[in-house]
């Protein structure tokens, strides 16, 4: 008897790195689906019942319901409060020293095998419920949450690195973006140095878990110029046959995302409309300002050149940066 373990493809990178806009492109691809960000499910999904991608509240969207009773014989026998507690235990920042001890040992400890015989047997239902798709996707992003769950020895856990130029990360992070899944809520705001500090550790992070898990790392701004190329590249990580893609849904710079979204949390375009513009939105080079440009430049130089950002940002037809010393 052959086990066929299910492949995750875990989109991994700081937030506001593309991920979501990445998660629905794959998603239309005929043997991938997305679940969203996992690291979430048990607090806005099962406790607080947030809305599904689908539009339905968590409640009432049929995917989840048919994972809930496949999983665990209903979502009312799980408790949320305690996965909520077990899930700040084992799956977060500070406890990637501990992930790393189990991975030197080569397999979980208590409480994140615990936390991981849940994930697995949501994720299990999950592709279940969806017909068997040859890749899940998580889009948790977390670092902490990829290297967990690539303890698990049923799930094959492939790591997309997405990367994003700092400067405009760092400036997505001081906007502020609704939450259209809750009551006026808004996603939080960070300074430019906090992001440019964890953009760097956050990179090295992922780039030192690729010692155990296989890592394609991509940036946006090449997934943006090239979605096509940037997919098919996709693809052959995860073991999809590229020649057999239907990429029809990318014409020039905008797709055609119809296929339903059941992911659980994550940004706010998950909600989007069926055509998206794939274009790079680079603000950041006129509205981010001097100094905190000059600051995350400083603080993220030697990663920014070796993923091959420019020290000085590209000036585009629509973009003149302002006079400083950039
Ligand atoms: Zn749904």
Same mark, same amino acid.
């Given at each position: 008897m052959t086990c066929r373990r299910q492949k995750v493809l875990f989109i991994g990178g700081l937030g506001r790195s593309g991920s979501t806009l990445v998660e629905r492109l794959l998603n239309e691809l005929p043997t991938t689906f997305a679940v969203g960000e996992t690291i979430h499910l048990w607090e +806005?999904?099962? +406790?607080?019942g947030e809305t599904c991608g689908c539009g339905a509240p968590f409640d009432d969207c049929a995917h989840w319901r048919a994972v809930g009773s496949a999983a665990f014989g209903g979502w009312d026998r799980v408790d949320a409060d305690r996965l909520i507690e077990l899930r700040w235990a084992v799956d977060r920042t500070r406890q990637l020293p501990a992930i790393t001890l189990a991975h030197r040992r080569g397999q979980p400890g208590g409480d994140q095998r615990d936390y991981l015989d849940h994930l697995r047997r949501v994720l299990l239902a999950a592709a279940v419920v969806a017909g068997r798709p040859d890749v899940l996707l998580d889009s948790s992003k977390h670092l902490s949450t990829a290297a967990l769950l690539a303890l698990d020895d049923a799930l094959d856990v492939r790591l997309l690195h997405l990367v994003r130029d700092p400067r405009g990360v760092a400036y997505s992070w001081t906007k502020h973006v609704a939450r259209p899944e809750t009551d006026g809520e808004v996603m939080p705001t960070y300074d430019p140095a906090r992001t440019a500090a964890r953009w760097v550790t956050d990179n090295l992070g992922f780039e030192a878990l690729g010692r155990w898990v296989p890592t394609l790392r991509l940036r946006y701004e090449d997934v943006l110029t090239d979605p096509r190329a940037a997919l098919a590249a996709i693809g052959r990580f995860v073991g999809i046959d590229v020649r057999g893609l239907d990429l029809g849904f990318i014409e020039g710079c905008s797709a055609r995302l119809a296929t339903p979204m059941h992911s659980v949390a994550g940004n706010p375009l998950r909600f989007g409309g069926d055509d998206v513009t794939l274009r790079l939105d680079d603000a950041w080079v006129t509205e981010l300002g001097c100094g905190r440009r000059r600051l995350v430049t400083s603080l993220t130089a030697p990663l920014l050149v070796r993923y091959g950002y420019p020290i000085r940002p590209a000036v585009s037809g629509r973009r003149r940066p302002d006079r400083c010393g950039r």
């Open positions: +806005r999904g099962v +406790r607080n």
